[in-house]
């Protein structure tokens, strides 16, 4: 997902309700509004000027504004890429003309959702002019990995685990574990981890960040090949963990992730934004 598109998905989550016609997902598929048939009788031509439909003209700047959006897409921009975008043009004024004909944009819902298409619009070009006026700097990102980097640790860790709901039934598993259990083998027996059970509790590798606490910390005590001598419990249940084996972590350079950390502190100032506009609102729910 690129930044407007993520963007563009925060406003849609702020909507009011799901009936605004997408200004994202028009620009991302001319079609949306009328699906056409297989093979439709408009002929759009490929010229890149105005067209005229029934004496109203669809601008070039329309034409020129798909064309780009489905660009961005990664289509090629094609001569057979502006005839599909014309002719979906076409479709659509001449769908949008039988519905005047017949007053439906006087119906209550129709207009409501026109109304909200035009706030989407507003909407979605307010959060790009914000973004595009408030540039995030390479010192905000390099302070973003710094922390990044520390969550992460030094040390990769690749544990199996036992889940039970019980504290005692945990108990009696770590003891049975003590007199030479087979650890796998009780996993699949009486682990309630349906991810892991069938793998003998294995959860993979991964730095202790990204296990929910106390689990995390739970990690950083045990050795290869040792198991917790006490139950951990989490807000899943509990857990008996074993570690089957540590190896130093590699963090990924600042380069290979600059692009990531600046669409997350893109979106944090975004997201402070929309709550400081909030705050100073006044908004009254009768």
């Known amino acids: 997902m690129n930044s407007k598109q993520a963007y563009v998905s925060l406003i849609l989550a702020l909507s009011v309700c799901g009936v605004a016609v997408s200004y994202a997902q028009q620009t991302a598929n001319p079609a949306a509004a009328v699906t056409a048939p297989a093979t ?23 034409i020129d504004l798909l064309v780009k959006a489905q660009a961005a897409q990664g289509r090629p921009e094609t001569p057979e890429l502006v005839a599909a975008v014309k002719d979906q043009l076409v479709l659509l004024e001449l769908v949008s003309q039988e519905a005047a004909k017949k007053g439906l944009e006087k119906n209550p819902d129709v207009a409501t959702r026109i109304a909200m298409g035009k706030q989407q619009v ?39 685990h036992i889940l039970v709901d019980k504290e005692d039934e945990a108990k009696a598993i770590i003891e049975e574990l003590k007199k030479g259990g087979d650890f ?11 991810g892991s059970k069938d ?26 090949g040792q198991f917790t001598q006490t139950p951990v419990q989490t ?40 709550a400081d506009l909030k705050g100073k609102a006044k908004i009254v729910d009768k």
């Open 40 to 62: 439709t009788t408009a002929k759009a031509g490929t010229s890149s000027g105005t067209i005229a439909v029934n004496g109203v003209a669809i601008p070039k700047s329309r």
């Open 122 to 160: 507003l909407a979605d070009a307010y959060v790009q002019d914000y973004v595009k006026n408030n540039p995030v700097s390479d010192e905000q990102l390099k302070g973003e990995y710094e922390k990044f980097k520390g969550q992460l640790g030094d040390k990769e860790y690749k544990p199996s």
């Open 184 to 194: 796998a083998k009780i996993a699949k027996e009486k682990s309630k981890d349906t």
């Open 199 to 224: 793998k003998s509790g294995d959860l993979d590798w991964g730095p202790s960040a990204r296990f929910v606490q106390p689990f995390a910390d739970a990690l950083k005590t045990l050795q290869k």
């Open 235 to 274: 807000n899943f249940g509990y857990h008996i963990i074993k570690m089957d084996d540590i190896r130093d972590l590699k963090a990924p350079s600042f380069d290979e992730v600059k692009d990531n950390f600046r669409q997350r502190v893109q979106q944090q100032q975004v997201q402070k934004m929309l």
